[in-house]
């Protein structure tokens, strides 16, 4: 069967989830939408700077390719021997050089003239870059000597030139070499005009995803570039996270890249996006208020009836309603509810008080049961005196057997003091101390508080006597010991009766059945299931009696402190 609090909930989800399952997709595509946008912005950014360098990079060729062609220095370079003439004219070309990076080609950053038939190298750079070693610069007249040399394909392709990545083109016509190298580092980028946080970083990187400018800010921000096919991809550390579109270029084997700055994009988003994102959150906050209302007003209630009814059902029959309730319907029958526990308590009385006094005729049944097995034993023991002639220990016996009598017969009660039932232990094992070549030793100690603790007439007698009829051995002495204790558990106190003898202990078989609460005992044990019985007519579940083995049997019982009056029928 199904619980009203799952239905609750269950209802609750079915009502909500479809709404809720809504609104986050209308958001998650709102912001799929905004997220679009700002790529396709990058993308028309990263259109732009492409279409820029590419045209950089056209005039410089076309620049060149003019000069090999139609230039009169160009042409005088390639049929003069002489080398100091070769050194002129290649200042001149260079001075030429100089004017065209001076023009507005700022990602030029070199510009070399080889004359082959002179092996004559100059080389003039754009602007001079205090960053750039000497080490740098030698490495990169040597590279790009080499790559001349090597008549070198026109198109743009990378080029390393010591700690520098650039791209180089080179062209001849007979023996001048003309050669261009571009720093991407310096070309036109939107960072190189804005100052804003959130104006976003064209980056360069070859095709396998390395870095070629913006080194530093691409480590210092953890930025991963990718190698897919996606319209955008995010990437960042927590701080600084940023959305990524990129290109291949027609050239270089380059990839050309815009990282944006990404933020909240709230910033973009119209009134009725805001409107209804702001509408997610107040259901996603309004949800768990929603149910702890109804928890408190509904579910609990539902929850502290049933609680309730199955404490009662359990026997805790004093159990009533008393939470306050808001709801009126709650409250109706908490109101209700309590006036049939009333009603019913009542009936139960009388029936209860017959089953006291039905209780009390087989108590008193129980503890008849008890004597006469005791008194035959005693009767055992006399016989056994007269026969063998003692008369002085028969007379004796008979004395010390009439005290004890006298002390059992003398009320007929349903509970006896402690003391009372030590003199009966006495008179006891004084009668076996008469009757027996090898009588029992016992020791006795009883806390002076509870010597009027009123306690089951025979309780502690019948485990001594048990300990004398199973413990006796051959060649060993049967020792009993009897205590009687308080034990204090939980702010109550217990009366702690322990019956010890050094004798064999109980068998194996039957120490599960002595345990049980309901056991039941061969005949041999009348008078420990008789106890068992009185006990927990008497006391109920208050009261123990644990049966182990410790060098011998010992019995434990542990009884609540506190009289109990049969007479005026009430039960602890």
């Known amino acids: 069967m199904r619980k009203i609090k799952n239905q609750l909930i269950i209802n609750l989800i079915v009502l909500i989830a479809p709404l809720v399952v809504a609104l986050l997709s209308y958001n998650f595509y709102g912001l799929s939408m905004i997220n679009t946008h700002v790529a396709s912005a990058g993308q028309s950014i990263l259109e732009t700077y492409g279409r820029i360098l590419e045209q950089d990079l056209q005039l410089a060729q076309d620049y060149l390719t003019n000069k090999l062609s139609n230039d009169s220095d160009t042409l005088s370079l390639n049929y003069t021997d002489n080398y100091l003439d070769s050194y002129l004219i290649g200042e001149n070309i260079l001075s030429d050089f100089e004017q065209f990076m001076q023009a507005g080609f700022d990602s030029v950053y070199a510009m070399a003239v080889y004359a082959e038939n002179q092996d004559m190298f100059r080389i003039c750079y754009h602007n001079y870059d205090a960053s750039v070693t000497y080490e740098d610069n030698s490495r990169l007249k040597q590279e790009l000597l080499w790559e001349i040399k090597q008549n070198g394909p026109y198109e743009w392709h990378e080029f390393q030139a010591g700690s520098k990545e650039l791209l180089i083109s080179t062209m001849h016509n007979e023996n001048v070499h003309f050669a261009v190298v571009v720093d991407l580092e310096k070309a036109k980028s939107p960072q190189k005009y804005e100052s804003d946080s959130q104006q976003g970083y064209l980056v360069y990187a070859d095709k396998n995803g390395n870095p070629i400018t913006s080194k530093d800010f691409i480590e210092k921000n953890n930025i991963q570039i990718k190698l897919q096919n996606k319209p955008y991809y995010f990437t960042g550390d927590r701080q600084n996270r940023f959305i990524v579109v990129q290109k291949e270029l027609p050239y270089g084997n380059l990839i050309q890249l815009y990282l944006q700055p990404y933020t909240a994009p709230f910033y973009a988003i119209d009134f009725t996006q805001a409107f209804l994102f702001l509408l997610t959150i107040a259901v996603a906050v309004l949800l768990p208020l929603g149910y702890q209302n109804m928890r408190k007003n509904y579910i609990l209630p539902v929850e502290n009836l049933v609680k309730t009814m199955v404490e009662i059902k359990d026997g805790d029959s004093e159990k009533y309603l008393t939470e306050e309730y808001h709801v009126e319907e709650f409250s109706e029958m908490k109101e209700t509810f309590n006036s049939m526990l009333e009603s019913i308590r009542n009936l139960k009385v009388s029936a209860y008080e017959q089953q006291l006094q039905a209780q009390e005729a087989k108590l008193q049944y129980l503890q008849i049961q008890i004597r006469p097995h005791f008194y035959l034993n005693c009767l055992k023991n006399l016989y056994a005196l007269s026969v063998s002639g003692e008369n002085i220990k028969l007379q ?73 009829k199973h413990g006796m051995q051959e060649q060993k002495k049967l020792v009993i010991s009897v205590r009687v204790s308080l034990l204090s558990c939980d702010q109550e106190s217990y009366v702690c009766i322990t019956v010890l003898d050094s004798g064999p202990g109980f068998s194996e078989d039957i120490l599960p059945i002595l345990n049980q609460t309901d056991g039941k005992l061969q005949r041999e044990h009348i008078g420990i299931d008789n106890v068992k019985q009185r006990i927990q007519m008497l006391y109920h579940s208050k009261a123990t009696i644990l049966f182990s083995n410790s060098d011998g049997a010992c019995v434990e019982m542990i009884l609540p402190v506190q009289e109990v009056n049969i007479d005026d029928s009430t039960y602890c």
Do not use: C, H, W
């Not at 009598?405 to 004084?430: A, C, F, Q, T």
């Open 396 to 468: 004796k016996m008979i004395l010390v057997l009439s005290e004890y009598m006298r002390g059992i017969i003398r009320k007929n009660e349903n509970l006896v003091n402690v003391e009372d039932e030590i003199k009966s232990i006495k008179n006891y094992l004084e009668l076996q101390q008469m009757s027996l070549s090898n009588p029992p030793a016992y020791r006795i100690d009883v806390d002076p508080s509870l010597k009027y603790q009123k306690i089951p007439p025979m309780a502690i007698l019948t485990f001594v006597e048990n300990s004398v």
